[in-house]
């Protein structure tokens, strides 16, 4: 994510200003859509990373798109960016402002990635590993990847449990690397 410092202004302003207007989860909606149509559309990807077509060009094909599906103050927030010339953050805005959403709201986002999919019983008693470290609402995601090979990963902000069999395996297999031999035992 390049310019972080840049999409976290933006994010953290885009926020203050939706919390003013009582627009907050709309704008989360609004940036879905937003996100999700330059990301799916790769000639509208093309138009907005285009230096040499005009600012105004941009916002009128952005509004002409977006007009009645979002609201008119996400579309004035738009026409800001594109003002200041960054229309390349308007894709990771998103993700900066969801995790800003989530800390505002109290919602805690915690990740389990395990082999198959865990039904409610199981996500509830992994979730109990870390409960000391949570605060909020949970909103558990769960992700596969055969490649951990069993057990599960849990990630919560900057805390991660691993007890997936891929980990314990390269513990192992670094353990050995190394020159066992003790001379005279």
């Given at each position: 994510?390049?310019?972080i410092l840049l999409i976290r202004r933006y994010a953290k302003a885009f926020l203050e200003y939706a919390i003013q207007n009582d627009m907050v989860d709309e704008s989360l909606a609004d940036l879905e859509l937003l996100t999700e149509t330059i990301?799916?559309?790769r000639e509208l990807r093309n138009i907005l990373s285009q230096?040499?077509?005009?600012?105004s060009k941009k916002e009128a094909i952005l509004?002409?798109?977006f007009e009645g599906k979002i609201s008119d103050k996400t579309l004035k927030f738009i026409d800001l960016i594109l003002e200041k010339n960054h229309p390349e953050l308007l894709t990771n805005l998103l993700i900066m402002y969801r995790d800003m959403y989530n800390d505002y709201k109290g919602i805690a986002v915690v990740t389990i990635t395990s082999v198959v999919k865990l039904d409610e019983e199981r996500q509830q008693h992994l979730i109990s590993l870390i409960k000391h470290k949570i605060n909020g609402n949970i909103q558990i995601i769960n992700k596969?990847?055969?490649?951990?090979i069993g057990g599960f990963v849990i990630n919560y902000k900057d805390y991660q449990y691993d007890a997936s069999v891929y980990t314990k395996l390269r513990n192992l297999e670094s353990l050995f690397t190394g020159n066992l031999y003790v001379k005279g035992f």
């Open positions: 994510m390049k310019n990301q799916s559309n230096p040499f077509i005009q600012k509004k002409r798109i596969i990847d055969k490649k951990i």
